[in-house]
Structures are given as C-alpha cells and as structure tokens.
C-alpha cells in the first residue's frame, strides 16, 4: 500500500464545529475527542449544544421561570464539566435550547453558527440509544462525526470508503486535507472498495464466475482510481462475497485497527426527504471502536 500525497497544498478552511451532549458519560468522551479533532482539522469556533425536549418535563417544570432555571443550571454544568477536563484553546459556547424536536434544535444552531461538523456520541458500552445521531444523519446538510467512548486517545490510521459515486470525490478530498494537516509519518490513509457481485444480473453463477467477474472488476475499480486521483495511496479492493458491504468494511476497519473512517452518507435536508444509504445505515448499527464521518459535501 502507497503512502503518498500531493505535495500541492490546497487552502485548508477553519472550521465551526457543533457538538451535541445529552448529559451522560457520552459527555465526557466527546470533549476529549475534541483534541483529536484538532489534530486532524483546523478548528475556529466550538459550540456545545444540549437540548432540553419540554414535552417530557413534568407539567409543573414548564413555566417559563422554571425553564429559564433549568436552562441556566444545565448550561453551568457543561461549562463545569468542560473547565475540568483538556483546555479547548479555540473559542468555545454552550447553548441550550428547549425543543420538543432535538432535531429542529441542532439545524437552527447548525445555521446560526456556520457549522460544517456536527459531532455526536456513537454508544458502544453506554447506555442510551441512537435515534437522535441517525435522525441527524438523514437531516442535516452537513458531515457527522461519530465518536465512540471507545476511540483511541492516539489515532494512526485512517481509511476512505470509496463506492465511485458522487461522494468518492468529497471522501478523497476531506482525506487529503487531513494528511496535509497532520505529519504523513503520524498517520496511514487507506481508500477502500468493497467489490461485490450483484446477483440479480448474474443468476446461478459459479465460483469460476464470480471469481472471474470480481477479478475484472478489481482491475477496472484500480485503474479508474489511479487515473483519477494519480497522487493517492493506492485502492485496496476487498472481495468478500459471504458478506454485505457493511460488514466487510467494518471487518476489515476492525481487523486493521482503522481509528477513522470517512464514508459518503445519501441523505436530504428536508423534513419529507429524510434519506440514507443503506451501506451508512448498517454501518451505524453495528459496533465499532471506530469514528465515523459521515460526508454529505466538502466540509471547508
């Protein structure tokens, strides 16, 4: 595997990112994360959102004295709980919001600050599930970051999951914009293509077939790579025809020890086109020590 990129550097935007909290032990994880962020990307500005859902307050908490002190309180405790951990040396805010719909929340924050990433807690031992981190998934128009309690403090390895759709070419740049922020001798990129036959258009193939059929398609998937991105690691083609897409990008991002992955996600940013890709989707179902992002467009 190559491990090589342009030496042309392309003007790297800060960024503002959005970081959702919902008061647990997830908290915690997400503001230490931020150092590695930093790592990968230039950072502007920070904003902390929480949002406070008033249709499962108690019926006596939503006046809007009470409110306001719960606001007030629970904007305090994050400021606490930031100060205690790593220093955030970018400018930093804490917002709370009252919504019934957490989703609403974070699109009006996301717009009011300009953020490109939303960064969100990917569960994996805690408890808690993820139906808002998949809502905002299909909903917002921007990349999302999803952590897992479980990352690893000192990341080394980063792969592209490249399907050569229209997302290939945001995978690859938000890819090399990272290796031109951080030493080439710190971290490994890896793009990857899960080659796999379709089996509506090839009935009853035999092994011979469909060794055939990926072999060729190997051959045709890394020239196109080579051709269209020459100054690239070089494309790792995985054939695993026992399993879906998913699976086996997540078995081989867990058998390399992958700390990051950047896959492209289908998605709309209205409330009556909520989409995603099927590959996306099942990969946020399935465990994984691995940060997700997310990409719907270039992030700068």
Same mark, same amino acid.
């Given at each position: 595997?190559?491990?090589?990129?342009?030496?042309?550097?392309?003007?790297?935007?800060?960024?503002?990112?959005?970081?959702? !909290?919902?008061?647990?032990?997830?908290?915690?994880?997400?503001?230490?994360?931020?150092?590695?962020?930093?790592?990968?990307?230039?950072?502007?500005?920070?904003?902390?959102?929480?949002?406070?859902?008033?249709?499962?307050?108690?019926?006596?908490?939503?006046?809007?004295?009470?409110?306001?002190?719960?606001?007030?309180?629970?904007?305090?405790?994050?400021?606490?709980?930031?100060?205690?951990?790593?220093?955030?040396?970018?400018?930093?805010?804490?917002?709370?919001?009252?919504?019934?719909?957490?989703?609403?929340?974070?699109?009006?924050?996301?717009?009011?600050?300009?953020?490109?990433?939303?960064?969100?807690?990917?569960?994996?031992?805690? !408890?808690?599930?993820?139906?808002?981190?998949?809502?905002?998934?299909?909903?917002?128009?921007?990349?999302?970051?999803?952590?897992?309690?479980?990352?690893?403090?000192?990341?080394?390895?980063?792969?592209?999951?490249?399907?050569?759709?229209?997302?290939?070419?945001?995978?690859?740049?938000?890819?090399?914009?990272?290796?031109?922020?951080?030493? !080439?001798?710190?971290?490994?990129?890896?793009?990857?293509?899960?080659?796999?036959?379709?089996?509506?258009?090839?009935?009853?193939?035999?092994?011979?077939?469909?060794?055939?059929?990926?072999?060729?398609?190997?051959?045709?998937?890394?020239?196109?790579?080579?051709?269209?991105?020459?100054?690239?690691?070089?494309?790792?083609?995985?054939?695993?025809?026992?399993?879906?897409?998913?699976?086996?990008?997540?078995?081989?991002?867990?058998?390399?020890?992958?700390?990051?992955?950047?896959?492209?996600?289908?998605?709309?940013?209205?409330?009556?086109?909520?989409?995603?890709?099927?590959?996306?989707?099942?990969?946020?179902?399935?465990?994984?020590?691995?940060?997700?992002?997310?990409?719907?467009?270039?992030?700068?």
């Amino acid at each position: 595997m190559k491990k090589t990129i342009s030496n042309t550097m392309e003007a790297i935007q800060k960024i503002n990112i959005l970081i959702g !909290l919902d008061l647990s032990e997830m908290d915690e994880a997400l503001i230490r994360y931020v150092q590695l962020v930093r790592k990968l990307y230039p950072v502007s500005t920070i904003t902390f959102l929480h949002n406070v859902k008033i249709s499962e307050l108690p019926e006596e908490f939503r006046s809007q004295e009470k409110l306001a002190k719960i606001a007030t309180g629970i904007k305090s405790k994050i400021k606490n709980l930031i100060e205690a951990g790593e220093s955030i040396p970018e400018p930093y805010q804490v917002e709370v919001t009252l919504a019934d719909f957490s989703e609403m929340a974070f699109l009006d924050i996301s717009k009011r600050t300009d953020a490109k990433l939303v960064m969100l807690g990917n569960k994996q031992q805690l !408890l808690g599930g993820g139906g808002l981190p998949q809502k905002l998934i299909r909903m917002l128009p921007l990349a999302v970051l999803l952590v897992p309690e479980t990352f690893n403090p000192q990341p080394k390895r980063i792969v592209e999951a490249i399907d050569f759709s229209k997302y290939t070419d945001v995978v690859y740049r938000i890819g090399k914009q990272i290796m031109q922020h951080v030493s !080439l001798d710190e971290f490994v990129i890896e793009p990857v293509y899960i080659a796999k036959v379709s089996w509506q258009f090839f009935p009853g193939p035999s092994q011979n077939d469909i060794k055939k059929i990926l072999e060729e398609d190997a051959k045709l998937k890394q020239k196109k790579w080579s051709k269209s991105y020459p100054d690239s690691a070089a494309l790792t083609i995985i054939t695993n025809q026992d399993k879906n897409i998913a699976s086996s990008l997540l078995d081989h991002v867990k058998k390399t020890k992958t700390d990051f992955l950047i896959m492209g996600a289908m998605g709309a940013s209205s409330l009556t086109g909520l989409f995603m890709g099927s590959v996306a989707n099942e990969i946020i179902q399935q465990e994984t020590n691995t940060s997700i992002l997310l990409v719907k467009r270039q992030i700068s």
